[in-house]
Nanobody, 111 residues
C-alpha cells in the first residue's frame, strides 16, 4: 500500500517561492506517475501538475511557467517548485499516485 506524505507548505508573500515535497513509501516509486492537486476554500480539488514515470511533465494553465514538478526516484520523492506565487494559489496541496493521496500541506500566499 502506497503512503504519501507532503511537506514544505507555509505562508509566503505574493511573488515568493515555496518547494513542496511528497515522500512515498510502500511501493516501487519509479514505476508510476505522480501528480499534484490543490483545493482552495470553498472550491473543488483541481489538478495542478503531473510527472510521468519517465519524466514527462504537464501543467494546468494557471501554473504554467511558474510551477515545476520533478521527481527523485532514488529518494522516492516528488517535488513541486512554486515561483511567483499569487494569492489565488492559496490552497491545500496534495500529491497523488494512482488511488493514493497524501494528507495535504497548506500554502497561503498573502501580504
Amino acid at each position: 500500500q502506497v503512503q504519501l506524505v507532503e511537506s514544505g507548505g507555509g505562508l509566503v508573500q505574493p511573488g515568493g517561492s515555496l518547494r513542496l515535497s511528497c515522500a512515498a513509501s510502500g511501493s516501487i516509486f519509479s514505476s508510476r506517475a505522480m501528480g499534484w492537486y490543490r483545493q482552495a476554500p470553498g472550491k473543488q480539488r483541481e489538478w495542478v501538475a503531473t510527472i510521468s514515470s519517465n519524466g514527462n511533465t504537464n501543467y494546468a494553465d494557471p501554473v504554467k511557467g511558474r510551477f515545476t514538478i520533478s521527481r527523485d526516484n532514488a529518494k522516492n520523492t516528488a517535488y513541486l517548485q512554486m515561483n511567483n506565487l499569487k494569492p489565488e494559489d492559496t490552497a491545500v496541496y496534495y500529491c497523488s499516485r494512482g488511488a493514493a493521496w497524501g494528507q495535504g500541506t497548506q500554502v497561503t500566499v498573502s501580504s
